[in-house]
Nanobody
């Protein structure tokens, strides 16, 4: 089993920044990548960013240049630095553990390991 614990959400004004953290424990050998998803009210959950064990990253077009995903392997922790936030970024953000499939680049497949979610609210 894998446990994911998130922290760092909150309320911020447009243009501001937040940093989310996700600490993994348990069977961390069972996945080779992690991702951040978000779900806004009335919308489907979407993949925002992912990172492989080797540090390769991918981003949704909507957050490229504003968000940065990183990881500290020694702490089994993944971070999401969010800058230049706007009201459209308002959502519950979820950490996920999954698999990266390599073919040229890589594709991210989520496993059914999710954090509890952390609310990010951006006011205009």
């Amino acid at each position: 089993q894998v446990q994911l614990v998130e922290s760092g959400g909150g309320l911020v004004q447009a243009g501001g920044s937040l940093r989310l953290s996700c600490a993994a424990s348990g069977s961390t050998f069972s996945f080779n990548a992690m991702g951040w998803y978000r779900q806004a009210p009335g919308k489907q959950r979407e993949l925002v960013a992912s990172i492989t064990n080797s540090g390769r990253t991918k981003y949704a077009d909507s957050v490229k240049g504003r968000f940065t995903i990183s990881r500290d392997n020694a702490k089994n922790t993944v971070y999401l630095q969010m800058n230049s936030l706007n009201p459209e970024d308002t959502a519950v953000y979820y950490c996920n553990a999954g698999r990266a499939l390599y073919s040229g680049g890589y594709s991210y497949t989520p496993y059914d390991y999710w954090g509890q979610g952390t609310q990010v609210t951006v006011s205009s």
